[in-house]
């Protein structure tokens, strides 16, 4: 396939996005990796300890992100708590995760969003009962809104989003004076926060004629409130789909 080698810019955390860049490397594209975000624990355990040693108090467990998934079972197992919770799950990443710690998801949504999540659970299944919600800090209330008519969600904190700590490196000014040149032509984002980080790391930014891809419609939502123009979202909100959406922009608009 005859791309132009168009350069695309991956925006998520390190470790995060190259899978999804080998996608796009693969159809020919220039990749590089630019994190806008960083993906650590929380300073402090206590809250989420607590809710781990009442486990049985509640009937199921939400996820809607590995990286909730990967910091919460990982303190489980640091603790030596076994869970028996019904555990649900936004995305094929996200249980997939949960698989790799070796326990089975209860329920899946057919569309990877938390708000497909809230339509299609079955409220008899839930109505009166109680769930944990690990999540990060940064992640948006919708499941806990949309459900609390129905449940009580108990949420707590297991990660933390925060600005990557690479300002000052050369690859950094080296992106953004790539930027500034219209050297890039493509921008993808993952999240509402990763646009965020963007525009607080680049403020100057000016998209112009740089193609605008997001996984989603709440980073779309964020894309627009920033007044960016967004180009491309797939209709499965997964990274394979995005990668598939990308190929398919410039194969038509080459």
Known sequence: MNTGKKRILVTRAI???EEFGKELQNA???VEYFPT???KPVDDYSQVDKRIKKLKQYDGIFFTSANAVNYFFKRCNELKVKVENKIYAVGEKTKEKVEEFGYKVHFVPETYSAEQLISSLPLKEI???SFLFPRGNLTMKKLKEGLKEYANIDE???YA????LNGNTVKFKKIVNSLKAKEVNCLTFFSPSSITNFMMMVPDFNQE?????VIGNTTKTKAIEYGLIVDIMPVVSTADSLAESIVKYFKKNN
Not at 209 to 213: E, L, N, R, S
Request: charged share 25%; aromatic share 4%; glycine share 12%.
């Open 37 to 39: 975000i960083e993906i």
């Open 156 to 158: 707590v904190e297991v």
């Open 209 to 213: 004629d740089i193609i605008i891809a």
């Open 15 to 17: 470790n995060s996005g």
């Open 28 to 30: 020919g594209y220039d």
């Open 161 to 164: 989003n925060s600005l990557p």
């Open 127 to 129: 109505k009166g009962k």
